[in-house]
């Protein structure tokens, strides 16, 4: 088994960790909540007091933040974390940043002579629990290779999307239609209540006709309709309105570099963002429902 460093035990990053530690790694987490931590520690890792401290001897080493600016600031900035990995060492980073900031981050890397690649994952909290995400990578197909054994307890569909920052290019891509599926399901379905239909009926139908999609199957935005789903629950859980709308920030982003054109991306994005700035930004992001509700 591995030496594994966890740096970042979120509702993503926590339940990941888990299944490596039931996995039977070696794992030394760092968090900087300790609530996080001792989850991990209850279950059989150890803590380390920094992010330095935990790569010390990591034969792998994960990360997993909210933002690039967090992704730049641990390996490259204050915390330098890539002068305190071993050369040997594979770096996974598993966070949703901006593909230059994963292409930056990869060079310093490979500058150093570690091995890195870029590996957000899709799923949800839902599947960081179950070890069935999708995991979107960018990189050398050699450093691919030996991360499989260790992915393949976290996900169960893995992907190359091509060099370093493309696995990042291919999430936000996908991000960006869910962003935009969402909504349109959302709004799709207030027509129909405002108009006497029952929600459940109507997602029924649509998901057996030319309209289904993923947020009608399995994430349904109206509650009661799927006890499951965080819509059932208040909103609470689940992938935040902030940080979709992080996403489709860097969609808005990544269109801007490659002069690509977003319109469905950008009204998307427009949306979350009125709907974050009236108080929503931690609730589930199928809470977007509530714009278009009567």
């Known amino acids: 088994m591995s030496r594994i460093a966890f740096i970042g035990l979120g509702h993503m990053g926590g339940p990941m960790a888990l299944n490596l530690c039931r996995a039977g790694h070696d794992l030394v987490v760092f968090d900087l909540v300790p609530a996080a931590i001792k989850t991990l520690t209850d279950a059989g890792a150890r803590a380390a007091s920094t992010a330095q401290d935990a790569v010390k001897s990591a034969e792998v080493v994960i990360s997993m933040l909210p933002a690039s600016q967090h992704v730049e600031g641990l390996y490259m900035g204050e915390t330098d974390l890539l ?71 976290m996900g169960k569909n893995i992907f190359h999307a091509g060099a370093a920052g493309a696995g990042q290019v291919a999430k936000i891509c996908n991000n960006m239609l869910l962003g ?48 499951n ?19 489709l920030g860097l969609a808005a982003e990544s269109a801007l570099h490659a002069r690509a054109t977003i319109p469905l991306g950008e009204l998307a994005r427009n949306l979350y963002s009125l709907h974050s700035a009236q108080g929503n930004g931690r609730l589930d992001f199928s809470s977007i429902l509530n714009l278009f509700k009567k």
């Open 229 to 247: 789903a965080p819509a059932s629950k208040d909103y609470a859980g689940g992938f935040g309105v902030d940080l979709m709308l992080k996403d």
């Open 83 to 153: 002068s305190h990995i071993g050369s040997s060492s594979l770096v996974l980073e598993c966070s949703t940043i901006s593909p230059e900031s994963a292409r930056k981050v990869a060079q310093a890397a490979q500058a150093r002579g570690i091995r890195m690649i870029d590996a957000p994952v899709s799923g949800g909290t839902g599947g960081a629990v179950a070890g069935t995400l999708t995991f979107i990578v960018g990189g050398d197909a050699e450093a691919l290779a030996a991360a499989m054994p260790i992915l393949e307890k």
């Open 180 to 227: 935009i599926l969402m909504a349109g399901t959302s709004e799709a379905l207030a027509l129909g209540v405002a108009n006497g239909l029952d929600p459940k009926v109507l997602s029924d139908i649509i998901a057996k006709s030319s309209g289904r999609n993923w947020a009608t199957e399995l994430y349904n935005p109206w509650p009661g309709v799927m006890e």
